[in-house]
T-cell receptor, first 112, second 114 residues
Framework: DAKTTQPNSMESNEEEPVHLPCNHSTISGTDYIHWYRQLPSQGPEYVIHGLTSNVNNRMASLAIAEDRKSSTLILHRATLRDAAVYYCILRDATSGTYKYIFGTGTRLKVLA | ETGVTQTPRHLVMGMTNKKSLKCEQHLGHNAMYWYKQSAKKPLELMFVYSLEERVENNSVPSRFSPECPNSSHLFLHLHTLQPEDSALYLC?????????????FGPGTRLTVL
């Protein structure tokens, strides 16, 4: 199974950009890169996903390295409500199934 | 109600009890999932149902028994659990099981086994 590696925790000041890195050196050619986040006392929620090109949506941007072995989730202006655990996930499609393989994620702390 | 709901939100049970967790999705999705989230461990996929048929069972002990009576409801029946089964149990749904489909998660049931 392709796996991801993320820092255990990061801190950011409110209103500043945050770059959350993810390494996935064993990614296969057809694996999409997904990001979910889990706010305190809630289930995970979708943030963004991409394959090769950088992606933007109302929540965040996703920058994918040219060799696809790493990616970065960018929160353009962190707010206190962005404090959560952020998961970088690869979809496991090697066996024809489509399971998410969650890692331990990065706990983001936003300082007021 | 919208999205994915789970009941109860908290459950305490003894090792000899039998209880059930309920999940309901109001999104018209065809696939539903059970995940287990233990302290300091990644989310673990337990079961996947697609159109009420189980398509994935990740070597889960038989003391966990899922049931999907229709595409909107998913249950997890629990019996003779162990203290190490204490965890947050999350339900999710997606439009389809195959291909890329965003998963929508419920808030989870916090289970404590005494």
């Amino acid at each position: 199974d392709a796996k991801t590696t993320q820092p255990n925790s990061m801190e950011s000041n409110e209103e500043e950009p945050v770059h959350l890195p993810c390494n996935h050196s064993t990614i296969s050619g057809t694996d999409y890169i997904h990001w979910y986040r889990q706010l305190p006392s809630q289930g995970p929620e979708y943030v963004i996903h991409g394959l090769t090109s950088n992606v933007n949506n109302r929540m965040a941007s996703l920058a994918i390295a040219e060799d696809r072995k790493s990616s970065t989730l960018i929160l353009h202006r962190a707010t206190l409500r962005d404090a959560a655990v952020y998961y970088c996930i690869l979809r496991d499609a090697t066996s024809g199934t489509y399971k998410y393989i969650f890692g331990t994620g990065t706990r983001l702390k936003v300082l007021a | 109600e919208t999205g994915v709901t789970q009941t109860p939100r908290h459950l305490v049970m003894g090792m000899t009890n039998k209880k059930s967790l309920k999940c309901e999705q109001h999104l018209g999705h065809n696939a539903m999932y059970w995940y287990k989230q233990s302290a300091k461990k990644p989310l673990e996929l337990m079961f996947v149902y697609s159109l009420e048929e189980r398509v994935e069972n990740n070597s889960v002990p038989s003391r966990f028994s899922p049931e999907c009576p229709n595409s909107s409801h998913l249950f997890l029946h629990l019996h003779t659990l162990q203290p190490e089964d204490s965890a947050l149990y999350l339900c999710a749904s997606s439009q389809e099981w195959t291909g890329y489909n965003e998963q929508f998660f419920g808030p989870g049931t916090r289970l404590t086994v005494l």
